[in-house]
């Protein structure tokens, strides 16, 4: 498609559940991007993948946070055991081989309670 | 100390002013230098994209790179209402057909009629 689609918008869990959101990058870019938006508008990057290879991953939670990029799938971002703390906005994004910018999707709002 | 730095606002301005956002940074290895416009419960949406230091125009937007002073700006003219939103510098560098963004706080603008 011509723009990130994620899904859900909404997630609500309860503390301790688990949590998956999910990602349709713009047909034919090859970089996937994951972000966390907290309070007061801080981004803080998650992970990045190039195709279905993880490329950096230097800001995932590895212990709860786990992600994937397979082929002819969606890309998905998995919390495992929720924390309140998670509860965020979190962007997916997608980027063409050559290009430097990234194309941002709507967001999945999470609340964890 | 964060690697970029943006006064958040929020910033209120009457329809037609001149509007100023701005943004400092500390690593000069930064090479890419965009704004990104975040409408309430939106993704951000990419405004200007700028390359090394200079001008960039489009419209009624201007960004503006200073690498010496690691300063860049974004003007809007003639602003509207339809401009209130929050505004995202972004900065990175691009090594190996990759870049990750790293985000100022964002500037929340609001516009009155």
């Known amino acids: 498609g011509e723009e990130v689609a994620q899904t859900p918008k909404h997630l609500v869990r309860g503390e301790g559940q688990k949590a998956k959101l999910y990602c349709a990058p713009i047909?034919?870019?090859?970089?996937v991007f994951w972000y966390q938006q907290v309070l007061k508008n801080e981004f803080k990057f998650l992970i990045s993948?190039?195709?279905?290879?993880?490329?950096?991953e230097t800001g995932m939670p590895k212990e709860r946070f786990s992600a994937k990029c397979l082929p002819n799938s969606p890309c998905s971002l998995e919390i495992q055991a929720t924390k309140l703390e998670d509860s965020a906005v979190y962007f997916c994004a997608s980027s063409p081989q050559s290009e430097e910018t990234q194309y941002f999707g709507p967001g999945t709002r999470l609340l964890v309670l | 100390q964060k690697e970029v730095e943006q006064d958040p606002g929020p910033l209120s301005v009457p329809e037609g002013a001149i509007v100023s956002l701005n943004c400092t940074y500390s690593?000069?290895?930064?090479?890419?230098f965009m704004w990104y416009r975040q409408y309430s419960r939106k993704g951000p949406e990419l405004l200007m994209y700028?390359?090394?230091?200079g001008n960039k125009e489009d419209g009624r937007f201007t960004a503006q790179v200073d690498k010496s002073s690691k300063y860049i700006s974004l003007f809007i003219r003639d602003s509207q209402p339809s401009d209130s939103a929050t505004y995202l510098c972004a900065m990175s560098v691009f090594s190996g057909g990759y870049n990750k963004l790293i985000f100022g706080a964002g500037t929340r603008l609001a516009v009155h009629p």
């Open positions: 047909k034919g870019h090859s970089y």
């Open positions: 700028t390359y090394s230091s």
């Open positions: 993948f190039q195709n279905e290879n993880v490329f950096d």
């Open positions: 690593n000069s290895a930064f090479q890419y």
